[in-house]
C-alpha cells in the first residue's frame, strides 16, 4: 500500500505523539524546509546574504516576527502583531515579502499625493482662467455677491474688468430681462462709468466708451421687485392686473423719470414703445388705485390719492404706500401734498407750511425745462394720448374695468341672456380691439 506524499515528506517518529506546538513548527514540505534552512543563517555580517529589496532593506524572514522591535520593510520599526502581518501566505508563520511591482506602486502613489497636496487645485481659480465659465459662473450670483467678490479677488476683478458690460448684461438678462430692456443702460448716464478696458468711444474721438455699472444693476433689480410687490399687494386685495401689467408698469415708470412734459409727450407719442394695449392697461392700473384707496361704500370716490402718487417722479411712494408704511397720519399726507401740487399765493411764497418749507412747494412735479410750469401726470399723459389716437374709453368699458378680475363678465352675459333681459348685451357689444387681447371679455 503506498503511503501518502505527507507520511513522506512529514514523516512520524517513532514513540510518543508529537504536542500541537511541535506539529505546528514541523515543516510540511520541501518549501518549509528551505525556509527553516535559511532562517538559521545568523544575523551580522552574514546579513549581506539575506535576500533585500529594490530600495536596499533586508527583506524579513520567520525568525524576526519574535523580535520585541522588527524592521519594516522601508526600514522602519514595526509593532503589528505577526499574526496580523503575515496572514497573506497560506500558513501564518510564512512570509510572503512584498514584490518590487508593489513597492514601486506604492511609492508612486505617495509622490502623487505628495505633488497634489502642494499643489492644492483650486476650482475657483480654474473658472476664473475660463472666460466663457466665468460668465456663467456670474449669473449664478446675487448681484451683492458678485459685487462682494468683485471687490476682494484681484483674478476676480481683473478678468470681470476685462469684459465688463458681458457680465453686468449676462447677470441683468438672466434676474431682470424686461427690466434691462426697459430701463436701457443708455437712458441713464449717471448710472454709467468708463470703460476699465479703455476702449474708445464708437463715435466720440478721444473719448472712452461709457458701460453699465453696478449701480445701474442695482437700479433695475430694485425696480423689477417694487413693481413685483405692487402687482401683488393690489391682488392681496381683490385688484387683480393682467400679467402684462408688469411691462406697462415698467414703461409707466421710465415716463416718469423723464424730467420734461414735451419729452414725456414725444414718448407717448411713440406706438412702438406705448402701445394701445399698453395705454388700457395704464388706465385700468388709475382705476385699480381708486378702488384701492377709497372705500366701496363712498358715493363719491376721490381721486386725490391717485393724483398725488402718480404725480410722484417714481413708483416708490406708491409700493409704500400700498404696503402700508406711509401716509400713516394726515400730516404725512398734508406734506406730500405741498411738495406735489401745492402752489402758494404771492403772499405765502415765503412762508413754511406744515414743517415744508417754500423752497420744496411743489419741487416735485416741477418741470425742469420751466420753473413755473407743472409736470403732467401719467395718467393725464395717457388719457391726452388715447384721446388722440381716438381709442374709445366709455363709461360700460371703465364698469367692465371695475368688475373684470372679479365676476366673469361672459357667464354674467349668459345668464342675462337666458333671462330675457338686455342690460348685459349693450355693455358688452363692441368692446375696443386692445381691451380684447387683453382677454378682459
Not at 525556509?35 to 530600495?55: I, K, T
Not at 497560506?90 to 497636496?117: N, W
Not at 448710472?191 to 473719448?207: G, Y
Request: net charge negative; aromatic share 8%.
Amino acid at each position: 500500500m503506498a503511503l501518502p506524499i505527507n507520511a513522506l515528506l512529514n514523516p512520524v517518529p517513532e514513540g510518543n505523539p508529537p504536542s500541537t506546538n511541535e506539529m505546528a513548527m514541523r515543516p510540511r514540505n520541501k518549501l518549509h524546509v528551505v525556509v527553516n534552512a535559511l532562517a538559521q543563517v545568523p544575523s551580522g555580517g552574514q546579513d549581506l546574504q539575506r535576500p533585500r529589496d529594490r530600495n536596499g532593506a533586508i527583506t524579513p524572514s520567520p525568525t524576526d516576527s519574535g523580535s520585541s522591535q522588527e524592521t519594516h520593510y522601508h526600514g522602519q520599526a514595526d509593532t503589528t502583531p505577526t499574526r496580523n502581518r503575515f496572514k497573506r501566505g497560506r500558513h501564518e508563520h510564512l512570509v510572503t515579502p512584498p514584490q518590487s511591482d508593489e513597492l514601486e506602486a506604492r511609492q508612486e502613489g505617495a509622490e502623487t499625493l505628495a505633488s497634489i497636496s502642494q499643489a492644492r487645485f483650486n476650482i475657483f481659480g480654474a473658472i476664473v482662467s475660463r472666460p466663457d465659465l466665468l460668465v456663467e459662473f456670474t449669473t449664478q450670483l446675487d448681484v451683492e455677491d458678485l459685487i462682494s467678490l468683485y471687490a476682494i479677488s484681484r483674478d476676480f476683478h481683473q478678468q470681470v474688468d476685462s469684459r465688463f458690460t458681458t457680465v453686468i448684461m449676462a447677470q441683468a438678462r438672466a434676474i431682470a430681462p424686461e427690466s434691462a430692456q426697459v430701463f436701457h443702460f443708455k437712458a441713464y448716464k449717471s448710472f454709467c462709468m468708463p470703460d476699465p478696458a479703455m476702449r474708445p468711444h464708437p463715435r466720440l474721438a478721444n473719448e472712452i466708451r461709457l458701460i453699465p455699472s453696478f449701480r445701474w444693476l442695482r437700479m433695475i433689480m430694485y425696480r423689477e421687485r417694487v413693481v413685483t410687490e405692487i402687482i401683488s399687494l393690489l391682488a392681496n386685495d381683490n385688484l387683480t392686473m393682467p400679467a402684462r401689467a408688469s411691462l406697462t408698469l415698467k414703461r409707466l415708470w421710465l415716463t416718469l423719470d423723464i424730467p420734461t412734459n414735451a419729452k414725456r409727450i414725444g414718448l407717448m407719442h411713440n406706438a412702438d414703445f406705448w402701445t394701445d394695449v399698453d395705454l388700457y392697461l395704464a388706465m385700468l392700473f388709475g382705476i385699480r388705485l381708486d378702488m384701492a384707496f377709497n372705500h366701496p361704500n363712498d358715493s363719491y370716490p376721490s381721486p386725490a390719492m391717485r393724483n398725488l402718487l402718480l404725480g410722484q417722479r417714481s413708483l416708490s411712494l406708491l409700493w409704500e404706500a400700498l404696503s402700508r408704511t406711509v401716509f400713516l397720519s394726515h400730516l404725512e399726507v398734508a406734506q406730500y401734498q405741498l411738495r406735489c401740487v401745492y402752489v402758494p399765493e404771492p403772499r405765502w411764497l415765503n412762508t413754511p407750511a406744515f414743517g415744508v418749507q417754500p423752497s420744496e412747494f411743489s419741487s416735485v412735479s416741477r418741470d425742469a425745462s420751466s420753473s413755473t410750469s407743472r409736470l403732467l401726470r401719467i395718467d393725464e399723459l395717457v388719457e391726452r394720448e388715447m384721446e388722440r389716437r381716438e381709442l374709445p374709453r366709455d363709461t360700460e368699458l371703465v364698469y367692465e374695468m371695475i368688475l373684470w378680475g372679479s365676476l366673469d363678465l361672459e357667464k354674467l352675459a349668459e345668464e342675462s341672456e337666458d333671462e330675457g333681459e338686455g342690460e348685459g348685451e349693450g355693455a358688452l357689444e363692441g368692446l375696443p380691439a386692445g381691451v380684447a387681447q387683453l382677454g378682459m371679455a
